[in-house]
Each structure stands twice: as C-alpha cells, then as structure tokens.
C-alpha cells in the first residue's frame, strides 16, 4: 500500500494539465492511424485552430479556413502547436533529358 501511494504521488506531481484557449494552434492525435502502420509517418495532423472550448474538457476545432467545418474532440487527443507560421506553397520540378 505504501509503494502504491508513494508511486501515485510521483505520477501526480509530475502531470502539467492541459490548457487550451480560443484561436490557439493544436495539433490533433490520430488514434485510427494503426490501420496503415507507417514507421515514419506522423500521428499527429493538423494544425487546427480552437473554436471554442467546453467544461469537462471537450474542445471544438476546426482547419485554417475551413471554420464552417468544424468538430469536436476530447482535450486530450490535443497538443499545442509550436511551429512557425504556416507556409503552404506547392513547389514543382520538371527535368528534361538533354
């Protein structure tokens, strides 16, 4: 009983909660992603901006641009975004035989 308590006490100070805001960047977990393993492929998607969020922890999302779209999700499946900002240009490269 004592390591129980002892271990559960560690566990708990080290937790930091979750706290999420309107207009924040997040990025959301994938759980289906175990369908199609892909060693290298991420289980994170997104960045999603928060709609709004809700007590218990569920929060609604939604794609930059795509506000009429949105969902929501437990708090828990979310991370903070911490990359820059978003550039999304599409580059192509055409090679001709000389």
Do not use: M
């Not at 997040?26 to 290298?40: M, Q």
């Not at 997104?46 to 969902?71: D, L, M, N, Q, R």
């Amino acid at each position: 009983v004592l390591f129980k308590a002892r271990t559960k006490r560690y566990h708990d100070a080290k937790l930091v909660p979750k706290e999420f805001h309107k207009g924040q960047l997040v990025l959301l977990f994938n759980s289906r992603f175990k369908l199609f393993p892909g060693k290298l492929k991420s289980k994170w998607s997104g960045p999603f901006v928060i709609k709004e969020v809700f007590p218990h922890g569920a929060v609604e999302i939604f794609k930059p641009g795509e506000e009429s779209s949105s969902f929501k999700v437990n708090g828990q499946r979310l991370k903070v975004y911490k990359g820059g900002e978003l550039i999304r240009h599409k580059v192509a490269c055409f090679f001709h035989d000389p």
